[in-house]
């Protein structure tokens, strides 16, 4: 995926003032946003995903132009057809995992019944070894289970994008390192490209294929990013 | 015993349409409050809040310079629908409705802002529509917070007394609830039928209240 982005954005929270500034043009189906947190990585995300309306700037994704303060294109979230991967995974508590990834399928104002059989439904559940849980609530779930949901989810609605916001954030280590094999196989599998944001330097070892380096709003050249990041931990 | 189920009928069908009417208005203006963000929302939020501080005769009194026969409303109603909500269950309705909108709204925009925002993000991205955003992730998320809210303003239009008796007045069998019932029997001195009248009202109300309670353990607890 060609991502190619120039975004500001003014954030005021009582006297401290943010700015997010970030030029950036990048090729690859394995980006990572590395920085420390508080870097604006998220922010970025956002812009990326149409969760934040960027001051001015634009954003254009292979050539498709998402978003652009000049010319006055601010395409909503819905049309953008990337899938975001947050950072808790956002599954819907009141559906069970089988509606949470059916989700996408059901159109208008209501929610797939919970006995609802979809083939891409099923596909996706046994791809990610959920069948098991398929009847069960998020809140029922552990961390990796979760993660898988969240990602089936995701992957049903076929996106031309995947953008992942600290992914292994929320689970304990030795299931981190687990499930980024998982995703690493997955992504080499399917060849869905990949944004990943991070703080984590084990996920640039793992994924950093281009890595993007970015601290207080700005992306920084990498060793001064991996700087920080080692000044902050 | 007549009279007496007779009102509660009428009690039964005014709180009714009164919850049905704080469903819509109640739901929409705490979403609104929830939401949106504009100049003078806290004082819309308290002059929205009167109705549960104001003594019902004076709202009643409102209502009546509002859609009385004198007023501009109540002449345009008259004149050009032909409708007079004056001494009608109508106006009993509406009554029942202003007293009771506190109870709805104001739960609903706190279910509402109770909503992680995120769930709501992540329904836009996977393509889900403003309006199916709504009533697929918010709306049931916040629901067991409104439902609460709309049945006790159910129990507190079925109570409704001072505004009912100021706008619709007390005609048996046509404008006569059940709690204005039990002040007419009591003053003509029908202790027997005051009794009947009281213990129905009080079962009503108790088994609204438990409906209440358990659909939102500890919100009303704790009032």
New interface residues.
Partial sequence: MRIDLEIRKELRSGPRVFRLDVRLATQGQRVVIFGPSGSGKSLTLKAI???MRPDEGHVRLDGTTVFDSGAGVNL???A?G???L?Q?Y?L???LTVRQNVG??L??????PRSGEIHEAVDYWLAAFNLQDVAHQFPVELSGGQRQRTALA??LV?RPRALLLDEPFAALDPALRQRMRVELDELQTRLGVPMIIITHDPEDVAAFGEQVLCMNEGQVVPQAQGLLSVGLAA | MEPAWTALGLSLKVAGWATLINLVLGVGVGYLLARARFPGRDVLDTFLTLPMVLPPTVLGYYLLVAIGRKSWLGTWLRESLGVNLIFTWQGAVIAASIVAFPLVFKPARAAFEAVDGQLEQAARVLGVSEVGVFFRVTLPLAWRGILAGLLLAFARAMGEFGATLMVAGSIPGKTQTLSVAVYEAVQAGQDDLAATLVLITSMACVVVLLSAGRLAPGRIANR
């Fill in positions: 995903a149409g969760l909503p979230p819905q953008r990337v899938a975001y947050f808790d956002a819907f508590p009141h989700f996408v059901a159109r208008g104002w209501l929610n989810r995701a609605a």
